[in-house]
């Protein structure tokens, strides 16, 4: 069993920065793959961002969002730069025992997200 926490989120003008962090419960943090999805009002759960050996983006945050993660604080980041009003959503923290996916289904743990909210 993986608890996530998701923390970070807040309001930011656009082209701001915010760093998301996600603390996680357990002994085996290193065997997961870690992910962000964000959820805009209406839309459906999208995948944003993935690493575990290796790290994986969704192209509309390529070159402006960082995903990063220590695992001896068990803890995985997502640094968010340049951002823009489309960004705004909840984030959530998700853990998947698969190698590295941006399938939703795939991920066996979440968080309860965090509000990031971009002003124009």
């Known amino acids: 069993q993986v608890q996530l926490v998701e923390s970070g989120g807040g309001l930011v003008q656009a082209g701001g920065s915010l760093r998301l962090s996600c603390a996680a419960s357990?002994?085996?943090?290193?065997?997961?793959?870690m992910g962000w999805f964000r959820q805009a009002p209406g839309k459906e759960r999208e995948f944003v961002a993935a690493?575990?050996?290796?790290?994986y983006y969704a192209d509309s945050v390529k070159g402006r969002f960082t995903i990063s993660r220590d695992n001896a604080v068990n803890t995985v980041y997502l640094q968010m730069n340049s951002l823009k009003p489309e960004d705004t959503a909840v984030y959530y923290c998700?853990?998947?025992?698969?190698?590295?996916?941006?399938?939703?289904?795939?991920?066996?743990?979440w968080g309860q997200g965090t509000q990031v909210t971009v002003s124009s």
């Open positions: 998700a853990a998947s025992r698969a190698a590295i996916t941006t399938l939703r289904l795939n991920y066996d743990y």
């Open positions: 690493i575990s050996r290796s790290t």
């Open positions: 357990g002994r085996t943090f290193n065997r997961y793959t």
